[in-house]
């Protein structure tokens, strides 16, 4: 299994601010992923993240909104930039468990924002 | 895209009661896959599934991949209130990494002491 720390947890916003969420994995992942889930709603990939080159995104999602950055294989951030209440949402970070097991994904606990 | 259509949307019963959520497909899916997300947590994996017809258990939870890999169903047996939570079932096609698993809406379980 991999443990996966997320920062914040939480965190309420102004319109029109951009936030930074940190992802921590404890062990090497060659891909990171990035979820929203929205207010009572199911997962939604925004894109993956791969150490060394840029992240690849969704339909819908662009790398202006939502910048990643992968430093090495065990963090990555997202950034939810000028943020408005449409952006309200818990952001899930996720890693593929190791080889062997694959498909089965292991997430971070969530960081939810609520954008004023 | 792909959907997957996950019924119920919610269920309210009682302690003890067993409980059946399924989901299906129009698609099929070679990968077939189950999480809990408990409030203010991130979905945590209950059972995977990875053969057409394959039935596997985790204590009181039994989850099937559908023959037709369209379609697979979790049982919950003798529910307790610790079983409170979002379930999502999740499909995932050959050849496409982990994290492009299509999600369904998920079932929201209330269990009653």
């Known amino acids: 299994s991999a443990v996966i720390s997320q920062k914040p947890s939480r965190d309420i916003c102004q319109r029109g601010t951009s936030l930074t969420i940190q992802c921590q994995v404890d062990?090497?992942?060659?891909?990171m992923f990035w979820y929203r889930q929205q207010p009572g709603q199911s997962l939604t990939l925004i894109a993956t993240?791969?150490?060394?080159?840029?992240?690849?995104?969704e339909s819908g999602f662009v790398i202006d909104k939502f910048p990643i950055s992968r430093p090495n294989l065990t963090f990555s951030t997202l950034t939810v930039s000028n943020m408005s209440p449409e952006d309200s949402s818990i952001y899930l970070c996720?890693?593929?468990?190791?080889?062997?097991?694959?498909?089965?994904?292991?997430f971070g606990e969530g960081s939810r924002l609520t954008v004023l | 895209g792909q959907q997957l259509n996950q019924s119920p949307q919610s269920m309210f019963i009682q302690e003890g009661e067993d409980v059946s959520m399924n989901c299906t497909s129009s698609?099929?899916?070679?990968?077939w896959l189950w999480y809990k997300q408990d409030p203010g947590e991130g979905p945590v994996l209950l059972i995977a599934?990875?053969?057409?017809?394959e039935l596997t258990s985790n204590g009181r939870l039994t989850a099937q991949f559908g023959i037709t890999r369209k379609d697979s169903f979790l049982n919950i047996s003798a529910s307790i209130p610790s079983d409170v939570g979002i379930y999502f079932c999740?499909?995932?096609?050959?050849?496409?990494?982990?994290?492009?698993?299509?999600f369904g809406d998920g079932t929201t379980l209330t269990v009653k002491p």
């Open positions: 996720s890693v593929e468990a190791a080889s062997g097991r694959t498909g089965e994904l292991f």
């Open positions: 993240a791969n150490q060394g080159s840029e992240a690849t995104y």
């Open positions: 062990s090497q992942v060659t891909m």
């Open positions: 698609s099929i899916f070679n990968t």
């Open positions: 999740a499909g995932r096609r050959i050849n496409t990494n982990a994290g492009k698993s299509t």
């Open positions: 599934l990875y053969k057409a017809g």
